[in-house]
């Protein structure tokens, strides 16, 4: 029997599909849609600056007085942390990664309607103080974030000491409000106390002052409960064994000057990476692997 040919509809997006659009400050960026979600990414840090689920708020925050420049940091989204946290002396906070054009390699939109993204960093000055390395992130969209930094030492005969760490700011309805639980029991830095080590005591930590702590040595999935916008954020991760938690609050909100004043209520970083105690040491040619898987669920 013949079938008659059905013309595609051509007024709902393909799913799957990938727009090369210029971003914010024209800096190129890749908009991402599928049939469960949109996404953007920009090739500055390789750096995904929104994702949100149909019928859902945004899941990532993003400041409204973020830059967009060279050799500037996004502020929100997900900032790629490599190859170290925290300040260097003379080298600057949370290594280089996530202020470099990294390269478009490949991008599939799958037969399920997903869609996954290969980029590379470049070769860049700062990389010169580390044996030759490779850092490729891999960015998969569909009702779930998923992303995977795959790092590579391509020294014959010299180790790679590094920390990495998706550095992911979460958007929520009030920070006052929300819980964060899987981190009970965990040791941690306290930034706020000079770095001073403490054990978490507590099965859902609330956040009413600044907080900056490196948990250690967990590899748990860590879920955040809004109550404001009724959903249940859950962070799995692989590849990792440390977790931060930050919220700058009023004052260090203040002293951001690419962060609103008020922003601090409506996000929260928690983030997955392998910092401090927990760097990591790759032998000549091994990879490291480090992935996160990002849901939300109503509540
Ligand atoms: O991950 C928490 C943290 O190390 C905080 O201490 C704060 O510095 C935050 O990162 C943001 O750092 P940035 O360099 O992006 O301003």
Redesign the pocket.
């Known amino acids: 029997m013949q079938t008659e040919k059905t013309q595609p509809d051509i007024t709902k997006p393909v799913p799957g599909r990938i727009t090369f659009l210029d971003g914010q400050n024209e800096m190129p960026m890749l908009e991402v849609i599928t049939p469960w979600s949109s996404a953007e990414i920009y090739l500055h840090g390789a750096h995904v600056t929104h994702f949100k689920k149909v019928n859902d708020a945004p899941l990532l925050f993003m400041s409204q007085c973020s830059r967009f420049a060279d050799n500037q ?1 996004i502020r929100g989204g997900i ?1 790629i942390i490599f190859p170290w946290f ?1 300040m260097r002396e003379g080298l600057g ?2 290594g280089f990664a996530r202020i470099k054009r990294w390269d478009l390699k490949e991008f599939v939109p799958q037969a399920d309607g997903s869609v996954s993204i290969r980029l590379r960093l470049p070769d860049c000055p700062e990389a010169s103080a580390f044996p030759p390395f490779t850092a490729d992130c891999i960015i998969t969209v569909k009702d779930t974030l998923g992303l995977r930094l795959e790092v590579t030492n391509q020294s014959q005969e010299d180790a790679l000491v590094f920390e990495n760490c998706f ?1 992911t700011y979460f958007e929520v309805g009030n920070v006052t409000e929300i819980s964060i639980s899987g981190l009970e029991g965990a040791e941690y830095l306290d ?1 706020v106390a000079n770095f001073a080590r403490a054990r978490e005591t507590r099965r859902e930590i609330r956040i009413a002052s600044e907080v ?1 702590r490196i948990y250690l040595d967990t590899t748990a999935p860590v879920e955040i409960i809004d109550p404001r916008l009724s959903r249940r954020l859950r962070i799995e991760k692989a590849g990792s064994a440390s977790t ?1 938690v ?1 919220n700058p609050w009023i004052t260090k909100a203040q002293q ?1 000057p690419d962060f609103g004043n008020d922003e601090y209520l409506r996000m929260v ?1 928690v ?1 997955s990476g392998n910092v401090s105690a927990n760097q990591i040491t790759l032998n000549p040619g091994e990879t490291s692997v480090l992935s996160v898987t990002l849901s939300s669920q109503p509540l």
Do not use: Y
């Open positions: 940091p900032p925290g906070q949370h550095h930034k900056d931060v930050w951001m970083c983030e």
